[in-house]
């Protein structure tokens, strides 16, 4: 979703620019996406789904959309969460802990945590997803 405001809308240069420009608006001023750009997955699993974006008016700013794209992201993660709660009745979720580049971005992070109350971790190296897979080449290398 962020590369498409970067490429499809021109709206930011790179993606580090999408917190500062979402925080620079106190809320998505009634803006809402639903970012299924090629499909909606777990736990909706509707390929055909498209993307929506609603609640435009005059006053929309390119920074109401970047905070509601983020807060569209965090929606999708509280629904994979609440979809795992339902099939694992026994699940007690205490913290999320996550990796990857889009962790990188406070705003979304602080977003999840609110959405899901829940405190959110992520490690200091937010790239362990790639580190982990360039540890495992090393290894298969010898």
């Not at 499809?8 to 500062?20: H, K, M, Q």
């Not at 777990?42 to 609603?54: I, L, Q, S, T």
């Not at 609110?114 to 971790?121: A, E, K, P, S, W």
């Amino acid at each position: 979703g962020v590369q498409w405001l970067r490429d499809n809308l021109g709206l930011i240069r790179s993606a580090t620019d999408v917190e500062p420009l979402a925080a620079s608006v106190p809320d998505a001023g009634g803006v809402y996406f639903v970012p299924a750009f090629s499909g909606l997955f777990a736990p909706r699993w509707r390929p055909d789904a498209r993307g929506v974006c609603v609640g435009l008016t005059q006053f929309t700013t390119k920074a109401h959309l970047a905070r509601a794209l983020l807060e569209a992201i965090c929606f999708q993660t509280v629904d994979v969460l609440e979809a795992m709660r339902k099939d694992a009745s026994d699940l007690d979720m205490t913290a999320l802990h996550v990796d990857g580049g889009a962790t990188a971005n406070g705003l979304m992070m602080q977003t999840q945590a609110d959405l899901l109350g829940l405190r959110v971790f992520r490690p200091a190296n937010v790239e362990t997803t790639a580190m982990g897979a360039a540890l495992a080449a090393g290894g298969g290398a010898g």
